[in-house]
């Protein structure tokens, strides 16, 4: 499956974005999308992880309350809403795919075979 994210830019502090992830190919190609994020000089973060089919979600502590992931199946889509950001989540946005039908909890980096490129947020202060 081939992801393609978008939807980053430039924001102020405490505003508001929504990044899209879209998946060309079959839908049944992938069964966990998730989101990860990369500032410059910081470790690789994943942010938000969506279980399509068994409902499960997962986000990090650094955005829970503040971030909410969704999908639109008729579109092959999957939606990261960002509010209330911060400079701290300036960074790279990826999505990225997986066909294992594990729960988010039990899905690691290693395991998202599919990426697709990365969509910049940056927040000002």
């Known amino acids: 499956v081939q992801l393609q994210a978008s939807g980053g830019g430039l924001v102020d502090f405490g505003g508001s974005l929504r990044l899209s992830c879209t998946a060309s190919?079959?839908?049944?190609?992938?069964?966990?999308i998730a989101w990860f994020r990369q500032a410059p000089g910081k470790e690789r973060e994943r942010v938000s992880c969506?279980?399509?089919?068994?409902?499960?979600?997962h986000y990090a502590d650094s955005v829970k309350g503040r971030f909410t992931i969704s999908d639109d199946d008729a579109k092959n889509t999957v939606y990261l809403e960002m509010n209330d950001l911060k400079p701290a989540d300036t960074a790279a946005y990826y999505c990225?795919?997986?066909?294992?039908?594990?729960?988010?909890?039990?899905?690691?980096?290693?395991?998202?075979?599919?990426w697709g490129q990365g969509t910049l947020v940056t927040v000002s202060s």
């Open positions: 990225a795919a997986e066909q294992s039908g594990r729960l988010c909890h039990r899905v690691s980096a290693a395991d998202f075979g599919s």
């Open positions: 190919g079959r839908s049944s190609d992938y069964t966990t």
């Open positions: 969506l279980g399509r089919g068994n409902g499960d979600t």
